[in-house]
């Protein structure tokens, strides 16, 4: 384990370089971020003023090491549109991110594991073909949409609800399932397919003639080896939701770390860019970690080297 | 862990709440401030780097004061200053109100505007604030603690309109805390205090009860920050915000319900295609094409079609009520169009690109509708989207390609709207020249006596109309949504006085 263990800190710290490394790069061929931010009317002079007063007038390279130096006391910089500390920045958003993340991640584990299950074992039934159809239309259908819908029917007609903001458990909700319908959209269907790749399997044939209950066949034998692509899946989904959902951040006017990335880009707010885009590199490389350990509990044949 | 345990119970919150909905919702809540919502977030709250009218604009008009205010037609009106007069033609001479404070108890007085004017001049306010730029400000003298005189280099007519968006800090707060302090934690004289601000969601302000002016109607305000549109019409529909900023004309009628009207604005911003004198299409340097272009283009048709009628065609390049009443919009006439073509060299018409950011709504709607009556007359056009770094670059280089979609100018100053036309000028987007346009400008900006300035400047005006540096379109129209139960006067400026906003 403790082999495995450095060498996934290694490449965890070669994964952030790159990132942030490629992320400047491509940051800086967006353009000149003074352009975006000078008043309208700004001189040649008082836009040379600003570059230098933001440090963009010196060498990239240099811009570079000292952005990785600062980077390594835990100091991102200052972002230049909102001028303040990209850390500060982006840790009041990240409650709220963690919030929607887990509410819509876990709702969606709720829907779509018994749903992919029932389905499986209810193969080319009537309720398998309701709900696989269902799930394609979940799949289908725009994020955008779905929380729009869900804002008319709850919080405008029916007032149960509050159309958008953050506050108290209430704001959550209508986020909260707007998210998770799309994801548990996409993992029924792969519960499901993967359920039934393994109850074909030969050891679960082996199992039944056995004499075992069906119960224990299911939840022990089939449950636990069909949750392998599933918990990668999962896994990935979780990841994207905690760097930010963007649209439906957006509509809900939640303030998240999808909102604060997307405006950086667009203001050329080259700090804060890297900044989200570090966060989100750790969330995924966590994550990845998290997943490969959750594999040897789930599957014992699984060794971690 | 603060964190664990707030989401987690927000978790608990969420399922019960899912579980069953009749529970009362404990976001309803008795005493109602008004909610305003923007799809902008506020940047700072620092008041010398206020750079958008709304939201951030409107926070900085309600937590400060500056000596003049701008009332909804232009004209100044005494706030911090109660008179002023002109001493000699650089000096101008203030009286400063008496017996103001700053709600961290700190005096108003001379001093204090000294202080706050000079930290406009340094980096970074000076790439913000346009005080000392745009009036030729050099010195600020302190005649004695309720007077103060502001000596600029040459005479000018705009000293006015720029202290209006020059704002008044608390001097020794300023003075001795960080900037990005001073960005968090406003400290002003103005009619409300700032209480608490979470980016990208709301900012709170409550009432100040020691305010100089008249006490405010409303006593808790939050900017809301609600990036899409069609959200922020919900939220008016459902009676949980009071007043919206920047609704789109195709979603317009969306802000009349039981509970709110749509208001429209005739705006103050003049919306045209920019036509680059100096970009890849040597045709546009002749006048009579650009002449010809303004002919080929039914202005009051797309008006009446894509914007809902919603506003008129532009008809100087100053906004009324200072525009020369002698110019008349070009007349839609393609055979005229032709003509002028035809006399140029251009009988055949040539290749043309029309450009547009994501800067104002319906750019390429736009652009490709006024590319269609081109090809009418002849010319040939081709559409490109322009990221908007891109675009603001192509604007201050003058170098975008053909015909562009642009808005200048949300003022009413003729001064300041004619400037930007002369040669080499920063804003001067189209690259246009005209040494006796400059002069005219020039030499109305220096004249005190009213009706001598307005004079050259109706002239100026009246040689850039027919010079045609634009393909003149329309003012650019606002919609607001408001509730019934509250009255308020909005501005063409965008700009938004909560202080102002009253119950029915």
């Known amino acids: 384990m403790l082999p495995f263990l450095i060498k996934r800190l290694l490449q965890a ?96 584990l709720v829907i779509a594991i018994p749903l992919g299950i029932i389905i499986a074992l209810k193969r080319n039934t009537f309720w398998d073909l309701v709900v696989t159809a269902l799930a394609m239309i979940g799949q289908a259908a725009p994020g955008f949409w779905i929380g729009l819908m869900l804002i008319v029917l709850f919080a405008v007609e029916l007032k149960l609800l509050p159309v958008s903001g953050y506050g108290g458990g209430a704001y959550l909700v209508l986020p909260a399932i707007t998210l998770a319908l799309q994801s548990a959209a996409r993992l029924t269907r792969l519960v499901r397919a993967s359920m039934l790749e393994v109850l074909d399997a030969d050891y679960i044939r082996t199992a039944r003639s056995k004499g075992l209950r069906e119960r224990t066949v299911l939840f022990v034998h089939a449950f636990r080896s069909s949750m ?78 | 862990m603060k964190l664990s345990r707030n989401w987690a119970g927000r978790l608990l919150a969420a399922t019960v709440l899912l579980a069953a909905p009749a529970l009362s919702p404990s976001w309803a809540q008795d005493a109602k401030p008004i909610v305003i919502a923007s799809s902008e977030d506020v940047i700072s709250l620092d008041p010398h780097m206020l750079d958008s009218n709304n939201p951030t604009g409107s926070v900085i008009w309600s937590v400060f004061d500056s000596l003049v205010r701008r009332d909804l037609d232009g004209s100044p009106q005494p706030r911090l200053a109660t008179s002023w007069e002109r001493v000699d033609d650089v000096t101008w001479r203030f009286k400063l109100r008496e017996g103001v404070k700053f709600t961290n108890g700190e005096p108003f007085n001379a001093e204090a505007v000294k202080i706050n004017f000079a930290r406009m001049d340094t980096a970074p306010f000076n790439s913000v604030q346009q005080l000392h730029d745009q009036t030729g400000l050099k010195e600020v003298r302190v005649v004695d603690d309720y007077t103060i005189e502001l000596v600029t280099a040459a005479p000018t007519v705009n000293m006015l309109y720029w202290l209006e968006e020059a704002f008044i800090a608390a001097p020794k707060y300023i003075t001795e805390t960080s900037p990005d302090e001073v960005a968090k934690a406003p400290i002003g004289s103005g009619p409300y205090k700032f209480v608490d601000w979470r980016r990208g969601d709301a900012l709170v302000l409550t009432r100040n009860d020691d305010y100089w002016g008249e006490k405010p109607a409303v006593k808790d305000v939050v900017f809301r920050n609600i990036p899409e549109v069609s959200s922020r019409l919900n939220e008016l529909r459902a009676g949980t915000v009071d007043l919206v900023i920047g609704i789109t004309p195709d979603s317009a009628d969306q802000a009349n319900s039981d509970v709110s009207d749509l208001v429209k604005i005739e705006g103050l911003r003049k919306m045209h295609m920019g036509i680059s004198i100096k970009g890849e299409q040597p045709a546009l340097a002749d006048a009579r094409v650009r002449q010809a272009l303004n002919h080929a283009v039914d202005v009051p048709t797309i008006i009446s079609s894509l914007l809902g009628g919603s506003t008129s065609s532009l008809l100087s390049v100053v906004n009324p009520p200072n525009n020369n009443p002698a110019l008349t919009p070009f007349a839609y006439d393609p055979e005229k169009a032709k003509a002028l073509l035809a006399e140029a060299g ?103 006596d009213d ?54």
Not at chain 1, 59 to 72: D, H, K, M, R
Not at chain 2, 420 to 427: M, N, P, Q, W
Not at chain 2, 468 to 481: H, I, K, N, T
Request: hydrophobic residues 45%; proline residues 4%.
């Open chain 2, 346 to 448: 251009y009988a055949d018409g040539f290749p043309l690109t029309l450009q547009w950011s994501t800067r104002f709504d319906g750019g390429k709607e736009v652009s490709e509708v006024v590319g269609s009556f081109l090809e009418q007359v002849g010319i040939k056009p081709t559409y490109e989207a322009v990221e908007l770094g891109q675009f603001r670059e192509g604007l201050s280089k003058a170098s975008l390609k053909g015909i562009y979609f642009q808005g200048w100018a949300a003022l009413i100053n003729p001064s300041v709207e004619l400037v930007i036309l002369t040669c080499g000028h920063v804003d001067n987007s189209s690259g246009y020249c005209n040494p006796k346009y400059d002069e005219l400008v020039l030499k109305a900006s220096q004249t005190l």
């Open chain 2, 451 to 504: 009706a001598e300035r307005q004079t050259l400047e109706f002239q100026a005006q009246e040689i850039i109309w027919n010079d045609a540096p634009w393909l003149y379109l329309w003012r650019l129209p606002s919609f607001f949504g408001l509730s019934k139960q509250l009255s308020y006067e909005f501005r063409a400026d965008n700009y938004l006085e909560p202080y102002l906003i009253t119950y029915k």
């Open chain 1, 13 to 108: 710290i070669l994964v952030l370089i790159g990132v942030s490394f490629l992320t400047f790069i491509v940051a800086h061929l967006t353009g000149d971020p003074v352009e975006l931010m000078a008043r309208e009317n700004a001189t040649e002079e008082d836009k040379q003023q600003l570059r230098e007063y933001l440090g963009l007038d010196r060498p990239l390279a240099e811009q570079y090491l000292s952005f990785i130096g600062n980077a390594l006391q835990g100091d991102l910089g200052y972002s230049f549109v909102q001028r303040a500390k990209v850390t500060e920045l982006i840790a009041e958003r990240v409650p709220a991110t963690l919030e929607l993340a887990a509410a819509g991640f876990l709702l969606s």
């Open chain 1, 228 to 305: 392998i692509p599933v918990v990668t899946m999962a896994g990935l989904e979780l990841a994207e939701l905690v760097s930010g959902a963007f649209i439906t951040e957006t509509i809900f006017a939640w303030p998240g770390v999808g909102r604060l990335a997307v405006n950086a880009v667009y203001q050329r707010d080259f700090p804060l860019i890297q900044g989200v885009v570090l966060l989100a590199a750790v969330f995924f490389v966590v994550i990845n970690f998290l997943i490969d350990v959750l594999y040897v509990v789930i599957d014992p044949r699984v060794k971690l080297k």
